[in-house]
Protein backbone atom coordinates (compact mmCIF):
# COMPACT_ATOMS: atom_id res chain seq x y z
CA UNK A 1 0.00 0.00 0.00
CA UNK A 2 3.22 2.27 0.58
CA UNK A 3 4.20 2.08 -2.81
CA UNK A 4 0.55 2.95 -3.88
CA UNK A 5 1.17 6.23 -2.87
CA UNK A 6 -0.30 5.52 1.20
CA UNK A 7 1.78 7.62 3.60
CA UNK A 8 -0.26 6.95 6.66
CA UNK A 9 1.30 4.11 9.26
CA UNK A 10 -2.00 2.89 10.21
CA UNK A 11 -5.24 2.27 7.99
CA UNK A 12 -8.22 3.50 9.45
CA UNK A 13 -11.24 1.27 9.36
CA UNK A 14 -14.16 3.31 11.21
CA UNK A 15 -14.24 6.95 11.09
CA UNK A 16 -16.54 9.10 13.34
CA UNK A 17 -19.35 6.33 13.45
CA UNK A 18 -22.09 7.64 15.73
CA UNK A 19 -25.33 5.93 16.25
CA UNK A 20 -27.02 3.95 19.08
CA UNK A 21 -29.50 1.24 19.65
CA UNK A 22 -32.40 0.54 21.87
CA UNK A 23 -34.16 -2.53 23.39
CA UNK A 24 -36.87 -3.99 20.82
CA UNK A 25 -35.56 -2.59 18.12
CA UNK A 26 -33.62 -4.80 15.15
CA UNK A 27 -30.78 -2.81 13.85
CA UNK A 28 -29.12 -4.17 10.41
CA UNK A 29 -25.87 -3.06 9.90
CA UNK A 30 -24.89 -3.09 6.08
CA UNK A 31 -22.25 -1.82 3.91
CA UNK A 32 -20.72 -3.49 0.79
CA UNK A 33 -17.74 -6.06 1.07
CA UNK A 34 -14.87 -4.02 3.53
CA UNK A 35 -17.21 -1.38 4.46
CA UNK A 36 -16.42 -2.79 8.41
CA UNK A 37 -19.26 -3.86 9.16
CA UNK A 38 -17.70 -7.03 11.70
CA UNK A 39 -15.26 -4.20 12.58
CA UNK A 40 -17.66 -2.22 14.32
CA UNK A 41 -19.68 -5.07 15.73
CA UNK A 42 -16.55 -6.16 16.99
CA UNK A 43 -15.07 -2.77 18.46
CA UNK A 44 -18.94 -2.32 19.86
CA UNK A 45 -19.13 -6.19 21.54
CA UNK A 46 -15.26 -6.01 23.12
CA UNK A 47 -13.94 -8.97 20.78
CA UNK A 48 -11.54 -6.46 19.12
CA UNK A 49 -8.05 -7.26 20.43
CA UNK A 50 -6.10 -5.38 17.76
CA UNK A 51 -5.17 -1.79 16.44
CA UNK A 52 -6.32 1.42 18.40
CA UNK A 53 -9.67 2.40 19.03
CA UNK A 54 -10.94 5.93 20.59
CA UNK A 55 -13.90 7.43 20.92
CA UNK A 56 -16.92 6.74 23.53
CA UNK A 57 -19.34 3.76 23.96
CA UNK A 58 -22.01 3.78 26.32
CA UNK A 59 -24.47 1.04 27.85
CA UNK A 60 -27.44 2.79 29.36
CA UNK A 61 -25.95 6.18 29.65
CA UNK A 62 -22.80 5.08 31.81
CA UNK A 63 -19.41 4.07 30.20
CA UNK A 64 -18.98 1.10 28.52
CA UNK A 65 -17.17 -1.45 31.11
CA UNK A 66 -15.88 -4.79 29.02
CA UNK A 67 -16.22 -7.24 32.10
CA UNK A 68 -19.47 -6.01 32.98
CA UNK A 69 -20.73 -5.99 29.57
CA UNK A 70 -19.72 -9.67 28.22
CA UNK A 71 -21.76 -10.75 31.11
CA UNK A 72 -24.96 -8.99 29.86
CA UNK A 73 -24.65 -9.34 25.88
CA UNK A 74 -24.12 -12.63 23.85
CA UNK A 75 -22.03 -12.64 19.99
CA UNK A 76 -23.73 -14.56 17.24
CA UNK A 77 -20.40 -15.60 15.05
CA UNK A 78 -20.84 -16.10 11.73
CA UNK A 79 -19.31 -19.46 12.09
CA UNK A 80 -21.19 -21.70 14.28
CA UNK A 81 -18.96 -23.36 16.45
CA UNK A 82 -19.65 -25.82 18.80
CA UNK A 83 -18.47 -29.34 20.52
CA UNK A 84 -19.63 -32.28 17.77
CA UNK A 85 -20.44 -34.75 20.62
CA UNK A 86 -23.07 -32.98 22.67
CA UNK A 87 -26.88 -32.60 22.16
CA UNK A 88 -28.27 -29.26 21.20
CA UNK A 89 -30.24 -29.76 24.96
CA UNK A 90 -26.95 -30.41 26.66
CA UNK A 91 -25.22 -27.38 24.97
CA UNK A 92 -27.81 -24.97 26.11
CA UNK A 93 -27.98 -26.26 29.58
CA UNK A 94 -23.82 -26.06 29.84
CA UNK A 95 -23.96 -22.77 28.22
CA UNK A 96 -26.72 -21.99 30.97
CA UNK A 97 -25.00 -23.17 33.84
CA UNK A 98 -21.66 -21.31 32.70
CA UNK A 99 -23.48 -17.80 32.28
CA UNK A 100 -26.17 -17.42 34.46
CA UNK A 101 -25.78 -16.27 38.23
CA UNK A 102 -26.51 -18.20 41.25
CA UNK A 103 -28.49 -15.51 42.44
CA UNK A 104 -30.53 -12.23 41.16
CA UNK A 105 -31.37 -9.59 43.93
CA UNK A 106 -32.97 -11.94 46.76
CA UNK A 107 -33.75 -15.07 44.29
CA UNK A 108 -31.87 -17.71 43.86
CA UNK A 109 -31.52 -19.38 40.69
CA UNK A 110 -31.70 -22.86 41.14
CA UNK A 111 -30.78 -25.65 38.82
CA UNK A 112 -34.19 -26.22 38.08
CA UNK A 113 -35.47 -22.96 37.34
CA UNK A 114 -32.11 -22.74 34.66
CA UNK A 115 -33.14 -26.09 32.89
CA UNK A 116 -36.67 -24.76 32.60
CA UNK A 117 -35.37 -21.50 31.13
CA UNK A 118 -33.00 -23.40 28.55
CA UNK A 119 -36.74 -25.62 27.57
CA UNK A 120 -38.05 -22.01 27.25
CA UNK A 121 -35.34 -20.71 24.63
CA UNK A 122 -35.54 -24.03 22.40
CA UNK A 123 -39.06 -23.28 22.07
CA UNK A 124 -38.32 -19.71 21.10
CA UNK A 125 -35.96 -20.92 18.72
CA UNK A 126 -37.93 -23.94 17.26
CA UNK A 127 -35.47 -26.52 18.23
CA UNK A 128 -37.38 -28.44 20.84
CA UNK A 129 -38.50 -31.00 18.45
CA UNK A 130 -34.68 -31.51 17.82
CA UNK A 131 -32.98 -31.07 21.65
CA UNK A 132 -31.39 -34.53 21.56
CA UNK A 133 -30.14 -34.67 18.19
CA UNK A 134 -26.07 -34.55 18.27
CA UNK A 135 -24.77 -31.42 16.85
CA UNK A 136 -21.84 -33.14 14.85
CA UNK A 137 -19.08 -31.72 12.64
CA UNK A 138 -20.82 -28.96 10.00
CA UNK A 139 -20.91 -30.52 6.31
CA UNK A 140 -20.09 -34.45 7.61
CA UNK A 141 -22.73 -35.16 10.37
CA UNK A 142 -25.37 -33.79 12.87
CA UNK A 143 -26.90 -30.55 12.08
CA UNK A 144 -28.07 -28.87 8.93
CA UNK A 145 -26.57 -25.11 8.45
CA UNK A 146 -29.73 -23.67 9.33
CA UNK A 147 -30.36 -25.43 12.92
CA UNK A 148 -26.67 -25.00 13.63
CA UNK A 149 -27.27 -21.37 13.27
CA UNK A 150 -30.49 -21.26 15.92
CA UNK A 151 -28.37 -23.11 18.23
CA UNK A 152 -25.76 -20.37 18.15
CA UNK A 153 -28.51 -17.90 18.33
CA UNK A 154 -29.65 -20.65 21.54
CA UNK A 155 -26.32 -20.90 23.24
CA UNK A 156 -26.17 -16.82 23.68
CA UNK A 157 -30.10 -16.56 24.54
CA UNK A 158 -30.03 -19.38 27.45
CA UNK A 159 -26.93 -16.37 29.22
CA UNK A 160 -30.48 -13.93 29.20
CA UNK A 161 -28.72 -11.21 27.35
CA UNK A 162 -29.34 -7.88 27.14
CA UNK A 163 -27.67 -6.95 23.97
CA UNK A 164 -27.06 -9.43 21.36
CA UNK A 165 -24.49 -9.49 18.06
CA UNK A 166 -25.22 -11.27 15.38
CA UNK A 167 -22.58 -11.37 12.34
CA UNK A 168 -23.91 -12.00 9.36
CA UNK A 169 -26.97 -14.39 10.63
CA UNK A 170 -28.44 -15.65 7.19
CA UNK A 171 -24.72 -16.36 5.18
CA UNK A 172 -24.73 -19.59 3.58
CA UNK A 173 -28.46 -20.31 3.86
CA UNK A 174 -30.98 -21.13 1.19
CA UNK A 175 -34.41 -18.74 1.44
CA UNK A 176 -36.64 -21.11 3.25
CA UNK A 177 -33.60 -21.69 6.25
CA UNK A 178 -32.61 -17.86 6.08
CA UNK A 179 -36.74 -17.69 6.67
CA UNK A 180 -36.59 -19.59 9.60
CA UNK A 181 -33.61 -18.07 11.48
CA UNK A 182 -34.98 -14.75 10.88
CA UNK A 183 -38.22 -15.78 12.77
CA UNK A 184 -35.90 -16.80 15.38
CA UNK A 185 -34.35 -13.55 15.42
CA UNK A 186 -37.72 -11.60 15.20
CA UNK A 187 -38.70 -13.63 18.25
CA UNK A 188 -35.68 -12.60 20.12
CA UNK A 189 -36.24 -9.08 19.19
CA UNK A 190 -39.90 -9.25 20.46
CA UNK A 191 -39.02 -10.06 24.18
CA UNK A 192 -37.57 -6.35 23.97
CA UNK A 193 -33.53 -7.35 23.85
CA UNK A 194 -31.51 -5.25 21.54
CA UNK A 195 -30.20 -7.10 18.97
CA UNK A 196 -28.05 -6.18 15.99
CA UNK A 197 -26.95 -8.02 12.85
CA UNK A 198 -24.48 -7.69 9.76
CA UNK A 199 -26.17 -8.51 6.77
CA UNK A 200 -25.20 -9.08 3.28
CA UNK A 201 -27.47 -9.42 -0.19
CA UNK A 202 -30.28 -10.25 2.13
CA UNK A 203 -34.02 -10.76 -0.16
CA UNK A 204 -37.43 -8.30 0.55
CA UNK A 205 -38.65 -10.61 3.12
CA UNK A 206 -35.45 -10.60 4.99
CA UNK A 207 -34.49 -6.79 4.95
CA UNK A 208 -38.55 -6.12 5.93
CA UNK A 209 -37.91 -7.84 8.93
CA UNK A 210 -35.95 -4.84 10.51
CA UNK A 211 -36.86 -2.03 12.51
CA UNK A 212 -33.18 0.56 11.68
CA UNK A 213 -30.11 0.42 9.44
CA UNK A 214 -26.83 1.55 9.63
CA UNK A 215 -25.74 1.92 6.49
CA UNK A 216 -21.49 2.24 6.01
CA UNK A 217 -19.59 3.15 2.80
CA UNK A 218 -16.10 1.80 1.85
CA UNK A 219 -13.71 3.68 4.86
CA UNK A 220 -16.08 2.99 7.81
CA UNK A 221 -18.07 6.21 7.06
CA UNK A 222 -22.11 6.12 8.15
CA UNK A 223 -23.84 7.00 5.08
CA UNK A 224 -27.12 6.61 6.25
CA UNK A 225 -28.61 5.91 9.89
CA UNK A 226 -32.04 5.73 10.76
CA UNK A 227 -35.63 3.99 10.51
CA UNK A 228 -36.42 2.04 7.50
CA UNK A 229 -40.22 2.76 8.19
CA UNK A 230 -43.04 0.21 6.29
CA UNK A 231 -41.73 -1.32 2.81
CA UNK A 232 -38.52 0.53 3.32
CA UNK A 233 -40.38 3.57 2.77
CA UNK A 234 -38.41 6.37 4.90
CA UNK A 235 -34.66 4.83 3.67
CA UNK A 236 -35.99 5.31 0.12
CA UNK A 237 -37.49 8.33 0.74
CA UNK A 238 -34.04 9.91 1.95
CA UNK A 239 -32.28 8.40 -0.73
CA UNK A 240 -34.39 9.77 -3.79
CA UNK A 241 -34.06 12.88 -1.98
CA UNK A 242 -30.22 13.45 -3.09
CA UNK A 243 -29.82 15.18 -6.54
CA UNK A 244 -29.05 12.78 -9.20
CA UNK A 245 -30.28 9.42 -7.64
CA UNK A 246 -32.41 7.19 -9.49
CA UNK A 247 -36.00 6.12 -8.30
CA UNK A 248 -36.71 2.44 -7.04
CA UNK A 249 -38.51 0.82 -9.57
CA UNK A 250 -41.19 -1.27 -8.60
CA UNK A 251 -41.29 -4.60 -6.99
CA UNK A 252 -37.39 -3.95 -6.70
CA UNK A 253 -35.27 -5.30 -3.38
CA UNK A 254 -34.62 -1.75 -1.69
CA UNK A 255 -31.47 -3.28 0.08
CA UNK A 256 -29.92 -4.32 -3.45
CA UNK A 257 -30.94 -0.88 -5.07
CA UNK A 258 -29.88 1.30 -1.69
CA UNK A 259 -26.27 -0.59 -2.12
CA UNK A 260 -26.20 0.01 -6.06
CA UNK A 261 -27.10 3.69 -5.48
CA UNK A 262 -24.49 4.14 -2.51
CA UNK A 263 -21.55 2.71 -4.50
CA UNK A 264 -18.41 4.44 -5.36
CA UNK A 265 -19.76 4.73 -8.69
CA UNK A 266 -22.81 6.26 -8.39
CA UNK A 267 -20.43 8.78 -6.10
CA UNK A 268 -17.86 9.41 -8.82
CA UNK A 269 -20.81 9.57 -11.41
CA UNK A 270 -22.72 12.09 -9.13
CA UNK A 271 -19.32 14.00 -8.12
CA UNK A 272 -20.38 13.97 -4.62
CA UNK A 273 -19.93 12.07 -1.13
CA UNK A 274 -22.63 10.32 0.33
CA UNK A 275 -21.48 10.29 3.99
CA UNK A 276 -20.76 14.47 3.66
CA UNK A 277 -24.10 14.64 2.64
CA UNK A 278 -25.45 12.68 5.47
CA UNK A 279 -23.44 14.23 7.87
CA UNK A 280 -25.24 17.43 6.67
CA UNK A 281 -28.78 16.55 6.19
CA UNK A 282 -31.49 16.45 9.23
CA UNK A 283 -31.66 12.92 9.78
CA UNK A 284 -28.46 13.52 11.21
CA UNK A 285 -29.20 16.21 13.21
CA UNK A 286 -31.88 14.42 14.85
CA UNK A 287 -29.51 10.91 15.60
CA UNK A 288 -27.01 13.34 17.18
CA UNK A 289 -29.91 14.88 19.28
CA UNK A 290 -31.08 10.63 19.84
CA UNK A 291 -27.23 9.71 21.24
CA UNK A 292 -27.26 12.97 23.39
CA UNK A 293 -29.99 11.80 24.86
CA UNK A 294 -29.35 8.46 25.67
CA UNK A 295 -25.57 9.12 26.58
CA UNK A 296 -26.76 10.67 30.12
CA UNK A 297 -27.74 7.93 32.65
CA UNK A 298 -31.33 7.93 33.86
CA UNK A 299 -32.41 9.79 37.33
CA UNK A 300 -32.38 6.95 39.68
CA UNK A 301 -30.24 4.67 37.88
CA UNK A 302 -26.71 3.23 38.74
CA UNK A 303 -24.12 1.41 36.70
CA UNK A 304 -24.50 -2.06 36.00
CA UNK A 305 -21.64 -4.25 39.15
CA UNK A 306 -21.13 -7.67 39.16
CA UNK A 307 -18.43 -8.71 42.03
CA UNK A 308 -16.75 -11.26 40.50
CA UNK A 309 -15.71 -11.77 36.60
CA UNK A 310 -17.51 -14.82 36.17
CA UNK A 311 -20.92 -16.14 36.85
CA UNK A 312 -19.64 -19.44 38.20
CA UNK A 313 -16.76 -19.51 40.75
CA UNK A 314 -13.74 -21.93 39.87
CA UNK A 315 -15.10 -25.30 40.77
CA UNK A 316 -18.60 -24.68 39.09
CA UNK A 317 -16.73 -23.51 36.10
CA UNK A 318 -14.46 -26.74 36.95
CA UNK A 319 -17.44 -29.29 37.02
CA UNK A 320 -19.46 -27.92 34.02
CA UNK A 321 -16.11 -28.38 31.53
CA UNK A 322 -15.76 -31.72 33.26
CA UNK A 323 -19.46 -32.98 32.74
CA UNK A 324 -19.05 -31.76 29.00
CA UNK A 325 -15.58 -33.34 28.41
CA UNK A 326 -17.54 -36.17 29.91
CA UNK A 327 -19.99 -36.48 27.26
CA UNK A 328 -17.27 -35.45 24.76
CA UNK A 329 -15.13 -38.60 25.32
CA UNK A 330 -18.03 -41.08 26.00
CA UNK A 331 -19.24 -40.20 22.53
CA UNK A 332 -16.12 -40.60 20.75
CA UNK A 333 -15.67 -44.29 19.93
CA UNK A 334 -13.15 -42.96 17.14
CA UNK A 335 -10.76 -41.72 19.48
CA UNK A 336 -10.92 -43.77 22.67
CA UNK A 337 -11.81 -47.25 20.56
CA UNK A 338 -8.92 -47.04 18.31
CA UNK A 339 -6.12 -46.45 21.28
CA UNK A 340 -7.86 -49.24 22.90
CA UNK A 341 -7.46 -51.24 20.24
CA UNK A 342 -3.79 -50.54 18.99
CA UNK A 343 -2.46 -51.05 22.83
CA UNK A 344 -4.51 -54.35 22.91
CA UNK A 345 -2.62 -55.27 19.41
CA UNK A 346 0.73 -53.85 20.61
CA UNK A 347 0.44 -55.67 23.93
CA UNK A 348 0.30 -59.02 22.30
CA UNK A 349 2.32 -58.62 19.34
CA UNK A 350 5.14 -57.85 21.88
CA UNK A 351 4.22 -60.24 24.35
CA UNK A 352 4.72 -62.77 21.24
CA UNK A 353 7.70 -61.31 20.09
CA UNK A 354 9.73 -61.04 23.52
CA UNK A 355 7.57 -64.93 24.78
CA UNK A 356 8.68 -65.71 27.95
CA UNK A 357 11.71 -64.04 28.20
CA UNK A 358 11.65 -62.37 31.68
CA UNK A 359 12.75 -66.81 32.63
CA UNK A 360 16.17 -66.08 31.18
CA UNK A 361 18.03 -63.13 32.00
CA UNK A 362 21.18 -64.92 32.71
CA UNK A 363 23.77 -62.78 30.93
CA UNK A 364 23.46 -59.17 30.03
CA UNK A 365 22.76 -59.30 26.01
CA UNK A 366 19.34 -61.20 27.17
CA UNK A 367 18.72 -58.38 30.01
CA UNK A 368 19.41 -55.50 27.25
CA UNK A 369 17.11 -57.30 25.06
CA UNK A 370 14.07 -57.20 28.01
CA UNK A 371 14.99 -53.23 28.67
CA UNK A 372 14.34 -52.81 24.74
CA UNK A 373 11.64 -55.04 24.71
CA UNK A 374 9.83 -52.74 27.59
CA UNK A 375 11.28 -49.84 26.11
CA UNK A 376 9.85 -50.33 22.56
CA UNK A 377 6.74 -50.77 24.74
CA UNK A 378 6.30 -47.59 26.12
CA UNK A 379 7.13 -45.82 23.02
CA UNK A 380 4.59 -47.75 20.63
CA UNK A 381 1.50 -46.79 22.92
CA UNK A 382 3.06 -43.61 23.89
CA UNK A 383 3.59 -42.13 20.50
CA UNK A 384 0.08 -43.11 19.29
CA UNK A 385 -1.48 -41.68 22.14
CA UNK A 386 0.55 -38.30 21.54
CA UNK A 387 -0.95 -38.73 17.84
CA UNK A 388 -4.67 -39.75 18.50
CA UNK A 389 -5.64 -37.13 21.00
CA UNK A 390 -4.91 -33.89 18.50
CA UNK A 391 -8.10 -33.96 16.86
CA UNK A 392 -9.98 -34.04 19.60
CA UNK A 393 -8.30 -31.32 20.99
CA UNK A 394 -8.29 -29.30 17.64
CA UNK A 395 -11.55 -29.96 17.35
CA UNK A 396 -12.50 -28.60 20.93
CA UNK A 397 -9.62 -25.93 20.71
CA UNK A 398 -11.45 -23.39 18.93
CA UNK A 399 -15.35 -24.00 20.90
CA UNK A 400 -12.65 -22.72 23.50
CA UNK A 401 -12.10 -19.55 21.85
CA UNK A 402 -15.26 -18.83 21.55
CA UNK A 403 -16.87 -19.80 25.04
CA UNK A 404 -13.80 -18.25 26.65
CA UNK A 405 -14.52 -14.77 24.66
CA UNK A 406 -18.15 -14.92 25.81
CA UNK A 407 -16.91 -15.09 29.10
CA UNK A 408 -18.05 -18.58 29.97
CA UNK A 409 -14.85 -19.61 31.81
CA UNK A 410 -11.42 -18.85 32.83
CA UNK A 411 -8.60 -20.97 31.27
CA UNK A 412 -7.11 -22.73 34.05
CA UNK A 413 -10.73 -25.06 35.03
CA UNK A 414 -11.03 -25.81 31.56
CA UNK A 415 -7.66 -26.90 31.18
CA UNK A 416 -7.56 -29.24 34.22
CA UNK A 417 -10.93 -29.85 33.19
CA UNK A 418 -9.58 -31.48 29.90
CA UNK A 419 -6.25 -32.89 32.00
CA UNK A 420 -8.23 -34.91 34.28
CA UNK A 421 -10.77 -36.82 31.67
CA UNK A 422 -7.74 -38.60 30.01
CA UNK A 423 -6.75 -40.06 33.87
CA UNK A 424 -9.14 -42.84 33.82
CA UNK A 425 -9.34 -43.46 30.23
CA UNK A 426 -5.67 -44.15 30.12
CA UNK A 427 -5.99 -45.87 33.41
CA UNK A 428 -8.19 -48.53 31.82
CA UNK A 429 -5.34 -48.72 28.91
CA UNK A 430 -2.52 -49.13 31.05
CA UNK A 431 -4.30 -51.91 33.13
CA UNK A 432 -5.04 -54.43 30.49
CA UNK A 433 -1.84 -53.33 28.57
CA UNK A 434 0.19 -54.29 31.65
CA UNK A 435 -1.46 -57.43 32.55
CA UNK A 436 -0.71 -59.02 29.19
CA UNK A 437 2.75 -57.83 28.43
CA UNK A 438 3.71 -59.05 31.78
CA UNK A 439 2.17 -62.16 31.84
CA UNK A 440 3.56 -62.80 28.32
CA UNK A 441 6.85 -61.64 29.03
CA UNK A 442 7.07 -63.58 32.07
CA UNK A 443 8.36 -61.17 34.49
CA UNK A 444 8.55 -61.78 38.14
CA UNK A 445 5.43 -62.16 39.87
CA UNK A 446 6.15 -60.06 42.74
CA UNK A 447 3.80 -56.91 43.85
CA UNK A 448 6.73 -54.65 43.83
CA UNK A 449 7.56 -55.05 40.64
CA UNK A 450 4.50 -55.76 38.88
CA UNK A 451 3.19 -52.20 40.14
CA UNK A 452 6.56 -50.47 39.57
CA UNK A 453 5.87 -51.77 36.26
CA UNK A 454 2.52 -50.37 35.43
CA UNK A 455 3.63 -46.56 37.24
CA UNK A 456 6.44 -46.28 34.45
CA UNK A 457 3.92 -47.64 31.45
CA UNK A 458 0.65 -45.38 32.87
CA UNK A 459 2.62 -42.13 33.71
CA UNK A 460 4.74 -42.35 30.56
CA UNK A 461 1.49 -42.73 28.39
CA UNK A 462 -0.52 -39.77 30.52
CA UNK A 463 2.91 -37.96 29.90
CA UNK A 464 2.60 -38.90 25.75
CA UNK A 465 -0.95 -37.77 25.76
CA UNK A 466 -0.52 -34.64 27.77
CA UNK A 467 2.46 -34.25 25.51
CA UNK A 468 -0.02 -33.97 22.33
CA UNK A 469 -2.29 -32.05 23.92
CA UNK A 470 0.06 -29.16 24.68
CA UNK A 471 1.68 -29.16 20.90
CA UNK A 472 -2.25 -28.43 19.49
CA UNK A 473 -2.19 -26.13 22.29
CA UNK A 474 0.80 -24.21 20.94
CA UNK A 475 0.72 -24.63 17.15
CA UNK A 476 -2.34 -23.01 14.86
CA UNK A 477 -3.55 -26.33 13.93
CA UNK A 478 -3.48 -29.91 14.62
CA UNK A 479 -1.41 -30.86 11.00
CA UNK A 480 1.14 -28.72 12.32
CA UNK A 481 1.18 -29.81 16.11
CA UNK A 482 1.60 -33.55 14.33
CA UNK A 483 4.61 -32.16 12.59
CA UNK A 484 6.07 -30.12 15.19
CA UNK A 485 5.41 -33.54 17.49
CA UNK A 486 7.21 -36.04 15.50
CA UNK A 487 10.51 -33.72 15.63
CA UNK A 488 11.11 -34.61 19.04
CA UNK A 489 9.95 -38.06 19.30
CA UNK A 490 13.53 -38.68 17.66
CA UNK A 491 14.80 -36.85 20.88
CA UNK A 492 12.70 -38.26 23.43
CA UNK A 493 14.82 -41.53 21.52
CA UNK A 494 17.75 -40.74 22.00
CA UNK A 495 17.49 -39.29 25.69
CA UNK A 496 15.65 -42.52 27.11
CA UNK A 497 18.47 -43.37 28.95
CA UNK A 498 18.65 -46.83 26.24
CA UNK A 499 20.78 -45.24 23.84
CA UNK A 500 23.02 -43.20 25.85
CA UNK A 501 23.22 -44.79 29.38
CA UNK A 502 24.08 -42.91 32.17
CA UNK A 503 28.18 -42.66 32.59
CA UNK A 504 29.50 -44.83 34.92
CA UNK A 505 26.62 -47.36 35.24
CA UNK A 506 26.51 -50.79 35.13
CA UNK A 507 23.93 -52.92 33.69
CA UNK A 508 21.78 -53.29 36.61
CA UNK A 509 22.10 -49.54 37.35
CA UNK A 510 21.11 -49.16 33.58
CA UNK A 511 18.10 -50.94 34.17
CA UNK A 512 16.46 -49.29 37.27
CA UNK A 513 17.78 -45.29 35.90
CA UNK A 514 15.80 -46.67 32.56
CA UNK A 515 12.88 -47.14 34.44
CA UNK A 516 13.40 -44.26 36.43
CA UNK A 517 13.68 -42.18 33.24
CA UNK A 518 10.38 -43.74 31.19
CA UNK A 519 8.52 -42.94 34.15
CA UNK A 520 9.66 -39.00 34.56
Not at 487 to 505: D, E, K, Q, V, W
Request: charged share 20%; net charge neutral.
Amino acid sequence: MKQQGVTDDRLQLLRDVTGSFRPGVLTALMGVSGAGKTTLMDVLAGRKTGGYIEGDIRISGYPKNQATFARISGYCEQNDIHSPQVTIRESLIYSAFLRLPEKIGDQDITDEIKIQFVDEVMELVELDSLKDALVGLPGISGLSTEQRKRLTIAVELVANPSIIFMDEPTSGLDARAAAIVMRTVRNTVDTGRTVVCTIHQPSIDIFEAFDELLLLKRGGQVIYSGKLGRNSQKMIEYFEAIPGVPKIKDKYNPATWMLEVSSVAAEVRLSMDFADYYRTSDLYKQNKVLVSQLSQPEPGTSDLYFPTEYSQSIIGQFKACLWKHWLTYWRSPDYNLVRFSFTLFTALLLGSIFWKIGTNMGDANTLRMVIGAMYTAVMFVGINNCATVQPIVSIERTVFYRERAAGMYSALPYAIAQVVMEIPYVFVQTSYYTLIVYAMMSFQWTAAKFFWFFFVSYFSFLYFTYYGMMTVSISPNHEVAGIFAAAFYSLFNLFSGFFIPRPGSGTTGFAHWHGQCMGS
